[in-house]
């Protein structure tokens, strides 16, 4: 049985896939760890990080920064997860609308022999 798309629209159909993914994945990692890179220096976990940054003592730690580092985070994984459910709804329209379309090629070919 024939297949729908040959290997050379495979290949460059999971290369366009690929470069979107490791784009959404890159910009959610970014968000990601600029969320948790606030929560982290608010809380002094850090490696070589200080106590007291300039010049502020720091005895406890403000949990109104900690908490928009954490929601920061949060938005950061939420765009990687919708990315990646984008993703599967992108492979799922576009095998319907390649299926559809060939449907419609072979009626078509049915009807005019």
């Known amino acids: 049985m024939p297949t729908l798309v040959g290997p050379l ?7 366009k896939l690929l ?6 994945v890159i910009i959610g ?4 760890g600029i969320g948790l ?4 220096t608010e809380l002094s976990l850090l490696i070589g990080s200080e106590p007291a940054l300039a010049g ?5 730690p403000d949990l109104g920064v900690v908490l928009l580092g954490a929601g920061i985070s949060v938005t950061g994984v939420s765009v990687t ?3 990646i459910l984008g993703t599967l709804y992108k492979v799922i329209a576009d095998a319907v ?3 559809r379309l060939n449907a419609r090629e072979t009626a078509l070919s049915d009807e005019s022999s």
């Open 37 to 40: 890179g606030i929560s982290a």
């Open 56 to 60: 502020m003592s720091q005895d406890s």
């Open 29 to 32: 990692g970014v968000i990601t």
């Open 97 to 99: 609308y390649t299926a």
């Open 9 to 15: 629209g495979g290949i460059k159909y999971g290369f």
């Open 81 to 83: 997860f919708a990315g």
């Open 19 to 24: 470069g979107y993914v490791v784009v959404v």
